[in-house]
């Protein structure tokens, strides 16, 4: 081999290796795009609800209530044979077989939707109004193109008949596309079209806010204690281990420590946010003393030593001064360990927050769920309507953290000295 | 009632500083004294004195009322005749008394119940009031103390900032008693659970089916039985899984993370660097319950179908999609960790190399990465720790069923999967199988911790040699 010859050769080594780096980085960075382009494309739809447009004649005879009802008669009073009267007439059924076809079109909840009609306007006995029902799960799913409809009959949720009524809906364009409040109201439900994540929203809010509440203050004190007054010892040090060794603990172990000891010992109620917030707040507080170490370790002892020389005691030296300016970048440390926070689903699984909440939790000692909680509780559900439900709770998910990451990196650059 | 009590004392702490900073202010003007502090630290010396002690002793006192009430209120319900077999009827027991006592038990009462019920109320009442009582107490002797101290004209300052302190170090000392409480209920549980169960047979027992194992009597235990139970909880599949798993996210993450650290470090301009970096991280920032789903139900079937088209049997929830989506969730450990440790080789070493005629590859290749091993290594130990302990990914996509193979198109469980599966949902109490998950957690929390002692060590010999 000629020296030419060799050179050209690790030349192109070079430029493989070159290729070899370049190439991973953008593989990392197609990963994250096919991820976040997955998870939309499949969420974005469960924003939009389909609704069919229903006239609904409110007959006196059937509702046994006049104009005029106090809310507290409407509530008592039965919707439901003038839902059945109401539905049935979207399209003519020959028997009973189609009658109740055709009711399955609609959502469960129909006879609500109706009542709720009448409670707002409660003047129409006698009168014909049209209301927009919700469409039942299988329906919204067609309506979205989420459905394969050439699959045969019986390998399908919705009969040929069913078919058949919904293509003349959408020909006499009967068929809406609304905006989905159920989503973001509603609690959990078995009927995908019911299904939302108010509850998970309020029950995730109240386990950061605890969370946050119990962490922030501890963390604080103890990076302060730990940085600024901890001698240094055998005890500081054990300290400094444990907090480390803690930051690399397995999340799920945490829920072990709560089950045992938060529910079992101390008995406090299972399937809450407040436990959630406090076992969230043990795993979180060694993650966020760590940039707190780090933030009041960059302010330079020049500012300690300034306010101790002018007669400050060590505590006003290190409250007046160091605190605050190392104070932009604590937060942004605790918000970057809130947003993990915001995330951890393992451990509050074992604290019994996948139970199946219909309710929104009004206090934080409600059951209740949380959204990581409920993107794993609908993605083992079988029906097709909670795979788009599921990449819309992730997508709220992904913005509250990309909405935390900005807040930390904008704090951290806008009120962060830099000191050389 | 505890929030009305920690009002009150919110209420009286705040009154107190207003008094003990015009008390003071006064007291000097009087007696024609210099003050040793400035009078608002007499204020703040009333305040945590009034507010500490009665704060820290009904936060104790609620942490163990529910407890002791339940252990007396059980023990006298069984003085009075009711039976019960073991802790589930005895909690079961209890709930129905605390229901009767809130009025909203709609079965049965019998008089044992009753009675119960009646003592419950009984209890609630003497511990709610003795509780009150005591914390007037407290705070009336600690707000005596303090006053007496202020009016000798002490140091406050002084005073306050040794109170503050030790509450600094008390906030340090909440890391160990976490600590603590880790290995306490993990040690509790597992402890009963090896004495079931022989540490050995659970150890090297080659077989996991938990949900076989139905014990009638914990406390005892026939031969015939043993054998079968030994045979629910044999370790070697999980860890085998476990491992396997975390093997093929590590075939993803190492050589993608450390070509990408090593591009980012070495290669990359700096507004690459800056944009990338971050974007690189974003992998990390993702929950991982959102890889879980992408790979349950994106990857899985993706990887079926595929097999499917070449003629091989892929099971939907292989190892394979579980470990490939770890591997990817991965990558930002290892690339920003070897990017650190890669920056931190001196550029001398570089310089040395370019100046004998190596191409950058070369002086990668054959200087920086040796070099930079240990930091490398102990990157990459990291990762396995973090990839063993992942939870969501494997629950959601991953098997459940233990099953000892070496196929990544088959199914297999893990550590993680197994606690999970065993604590969801309702558990028995003093069953083997609810114990088993904490044992499975004992292990797992030794095997991370190892695992992170090593490569912290590692990481730390690797950077004193060359500060």
């Not at chain 2, 509780?131 to 101290?149: C, D, T, W």
């Not at chain 2, 597992?190 to 659970?202: A, G, M, P, R, T």
């Not at chain 2, 930091?375 to 990839?387: D, E, F, P, T």
Request: net charge neutral.
């Amino acid at each position: 081999m000629t020296k030419e010859e060799r050179l050209k050769k690790r030349h192109s080594a070079e430029k493989r290796f070159r290729f070899y780096g370049l190439a991973s980085i953008f593989l990392a960075l197609l990963f994250v795009l096919i991820l976040v382009h997955n998870i939309f494309s499949k969420g974005s739809s469960a924003f939009m609800k389909t609704a069919i447009n229903v006239e609904v004649f409110f007959d006196q005879e059937l509702l046994e209530i006049k104009n005029g009802a106090s809310d507290d008669e409407i509530l008592e009073a039965d919707f439901f044979d003038i839902t059945i009267e109401s539905l049935i007439k979207v399209y003519p059924a020959k028997n009973v077989e189609e009658e109740d076809a055709l009711i399955e079109l609609f959502t469960t909840d129909a006879e609500i939707e109706i009542k709720r009609a009448f409670l707002e306007n409660n003047n129409l006995i006698g009168k014909k109004i049209n209301l927009e029902i919700t469409a039942s799960d299988d329906i919204d799913q067609l309506h979205k193109g989420n459905y394969p409809r050439d699959i045969p009959e019986d390998r399908r949720r919705i009969s040929d008949f069913q078919l058949v009524i919904y293509d003349n809906l959408v020909e006499n364009q009967k068929i809406i596309k609304n905006f989905n409040n159920y989503f973001f109201k509603n609690g959990d439900s078995r009927d995908p079209e019911l299904a939302g994540i108010g509850g998970a929203l309020i029950g995730s809010f109240y386990s950061i806010i605890i969370c946050l509440l119990l962490a922030f203050p501890v963390a604080v004190l103890a990076s302060i204690y730990l940085e600024e007054f901890a001698p240094k010892n055998k005890i500081t040090d054990f300290i400094e281990i444990n907090i480390n060794n803690l930051a690399a603990v397995p999340s799920i172990v945490y829920g072990l420590l709560a089950l045992q000891i938060l529910l079992a010992t101390i008995q406090l109620p299972r399937s809450t946010p407040l436990v959630a917030g406090i076992t969230l707040a043990l795993m979180t507080l060694p993650r966020i003393i760590i940039p707190c170490r780090a933030s009041l370790k960059a302010v330079p002892p020049s500012i300690r030593e300034g306010a101790l020389a002018v007669g400050a005691s060590k505590f006003q030296s290190v409250f007046h001064h160091v605190v605050p300016l190392a104070l932009p970048g604590t937060l942004s440390g605790t918000i970057i360990g809130l947003a993990q926070a915001l995330g951890e689903t393992a451990p509050l699984i074992l604290i019994g927050m996948v139970a199946f909440v219909v309710d929104i939790p009004s206090t934080p000692i409600d059951p209740s769920s949380s959204l990581p909680v409920q993107v794993y509780l609908w993605s083992e559900s079988a029906e097709r309507g909670f795979v788009e439900k599921t990449s819309a709770t992730i997508m709220m998910l992904l913005s509250f953290l990309i909405v935390m990451n900005f807040l930390a990196v904008y704090l951290r650059q806008k009120f962060e000295k830099r000191w050389n | 009632m505890n929030f009305v009590l920690i009002f009150l004392i919110t209420i009286f702490s705040l009154s107190l500083f207003f008094y003990g900073r015009s008390k003071t202010k006064s007291i000097s003007i009087e007696k024609n004294i210099k003050l040793n502090a400035l009078p608002k630290f007499y204020g703040y010396y009333l305040v945590l004195w009034c507010s500490i002690p009665s704060l820290v002793f009904l936060l104790i006192w609620t942490l163990f009322e529910p407890v002791i009430i339940k252990s007396i209120i059980i023990e006298t319900a069984a003085n009075q005749g009711a039976i019960f077999n073991d802790k589930n009827e005895a909690n079961l027991i209890y709930e129905k008394i605390k229901a009767i006592y809130a009025g909203t038990y709609f079965g049965d009462i019998d008089t044992i119940l009753k009675e119960s019920a009646l003592s419950y109320a009984k209890f609630i009442n003497l511990f709610t009031n003795s509780k009150i009582v005591l914390i007037f107490g407290i705070v009336i002797a600690s707000v005596i103390y303090s006053l007496k101290k202020i009016k000798n004209n002490n140091k406050a300052r002084d005073d306050v900032e040794v109170i503050l302190k030790g509450l600094l170090f008390a906030s340090s000392l909440i890391a160990i008693l976490t600590t603590l409480g880790i290995i306490f209920s993990l040690l509790f549980e597992s402890i009963k659970f090896f004495s079931v169960i022989n540490i050995f047979d659970y150890l090297f027992g080659t077989n996991w089916s938990p949900q076989r194992a139905f014990v009638r009597d914990a406390s005892a235990i026939t031969a015939e039985e043993y054998e079968e139970l030994k045979d629910a909880f044999g370790f070697i599949p999980l860890i085998a899984g476990t491992s396997f798993i975390a093997f093929i996210a590590m075939l993803v993450a190492v050589p993608v993370g450390l070509f990408s650290g090593i591009y980012m470090a070495e290669y990359a301009s700096l507004k690459v660097r800056r944009i990338s970096k971050p974007i690189i991280e974003i992998l990390a920032g993702i929950p991982t319950v959102v890889y879980g789903f992408f790979a349950a139900l994106t990857v899985g079937p993706f990887f079926r179908q595929i097999g499917e088209n070449l003629g091989l049997t892929v099971s939907s929830e292989s190892a394979l999609a579980a470990g490939l989506i770890m591997g990817i969730m991965i990558i930002p450990y290892v690339s920003s960790l070897s990017d650190d440790v890669i920056n931190s080789v001196p550029q001398s070493l570089r310089d040395g190399s370019y100046a004998v005629g190596a191409t950058k590859s070369e002086t990668i290749k054959k200087v920086v990465i040796p070099a930079a091993l240990p930091g490398i290594i102990g990157s990459v130990l990291l990762a396995v720790s973090r990839a063993i302990g992942e939870t969501m990914i494997v629950v959601m996509a991953a098997g459940l069923a233990a099953n000892l193979t070496i196929n990544p198109l088959e199914s297999t469980t893990t550590i993680t999967t197994q606690i999970v599966m065993i604590l969801v949902g309702d558990q028995e109490f003093d069953s083997p199988k609810t114990q088993s998950a904490f044992a499975l957690g004992l292990t797992l929390f030794i095997a991370t911790l190892v695992l992170n002692y090593i490569a912290q060590r590692a990481v730390k010999k690797y950077r004193e040699k060359y500060d």
